[in-house]
């Protein structure tokens, strides 16, 4: 009981898991197409972000191509105030970038922190293209007018490769666009395989309950969440005890903890094999309805 002047505790009792509660929500969202439809939409809206920001670059750029293939005096480019489009698209763009993995990992963990980097190059290379008309052509193309009573001077291979900025530039962005799409969609079908792998376990495997053994979280992090090498003890059908060791990202408020319930999904003909072999947080009742999900 409270004492004068103390406020009470309020807690909060369920009587449903959460944990489930979560599962079930997800796959909700999931049939409905809310979760895709978000996708979608935060990933144009990245795209078109950067795209803001490649137009702001290109933009600032200019005066440094001035810089190169113009005489002193010559190098005053019309978009000196366009300097907003390239601070709004990078930095809110850089924003955007994690919003897309955030909402992108529950439907494809694999591969949420490659995605922005496709949906960011390609926007930059549209915003380099739109500008592509913009660019301020230079006095003349292949030397320097003359300066008071100075000839002409003729462009070195420095000015030639700003003079072509435009095109190679744009082209340079698109590659490593392609580079990092070709990366996401490894990662996309590996992440294909692999549910293809749980569901067939889920489906035809064999099902018990073990507990964290060990769970060790170090230095190392992927898409901001820290990698923890986790221990699961249990005992298989045969009644032989078995550990089985994994290393995968955590939500810092998920890490395993030694004694923490996990469900296992092991290959009735290969019991051994750590390739065939799903963990699941929590107890088996829990696990079932979270594996559900998958199936």
Request: aromatic share 10%; proline share 7%.
């Amino acid at each position: 009981m409270a004492g004068p002047g103390e406020m009470p505790y309020l807690g909060a009792m369920s009587t449903i898991d959460p944990q489930l509660a979560r599962t079930e929500r997800l796959a909700r969202e999931r049939a409905g197409g809310t979760l895709p439809l978000l996708v979608i939409i935060v990933a144009l809206v990245h795209l078109a972000l950067w795209t803001l920001g490649g137009y702001g670059i290109a933009s600032a750029l200019d005066t440094f191509r001035l810089m190169q293939t113009n005489q002193v005096g010559a190098w005053e480019s019309p978009y000196g105030a366009d300097l907003w489009m390239l601070i709004v698209g990078i930095v809110l763009g850089s924003i955007a970038g994690f919003i897309v993995t955030a909402v992108l990992r529950p439907l494809m963990p694999g591969c949420a922190g490659v995605a922005p980097i496709v949906t960011g190059f390609i926007g930059l290379c549209l915003g380099l293209g739109l500008f592509y008309p913009s660019w301020t052509p230079p006095q003349e193309v292949g030397s320097l007018r003359p300066f008071l009573d100075s000839g002409s001077e003729r462009w070195g291979a420095g000015a030639w490769i700003w003079y072509e900025l435009p095109i190679w530039l744009p082209a340079l962005v698109a590659v490593l666009a392609i580079a990092a799409l070709v990366l996401t969609v490894r990662f996309a079908r590996n992440e294909a395989a692999s549910l293809v792998r749980a569901r067939q376990l889920i489906r035809g495997g064999v099902r018990v309950q073990g507990s964290v053994t060990h769970a060790d979280s170090g230095s190392v992090f992927v898409n901001n969440l820290p990698v923890v090498a986790m221990t699961v003890k249990y005992t298989d059908a045969t009644g032989t005890d078995r550990w089985v060791t994994q290393r995968k990202p955590f939500a810092p408020t998920a890490i395993p903890r030694v004694g923490d319930a996990y469900t296992i999904f092991y290959s009735a003909t290969e019991p051994g094999n750590q390739k065939k072999i799903l963990l699941f947080p929590g107890t088996v009742t829990a696990a079932q309805a979270a594996a559900a999900s998958l199936s």
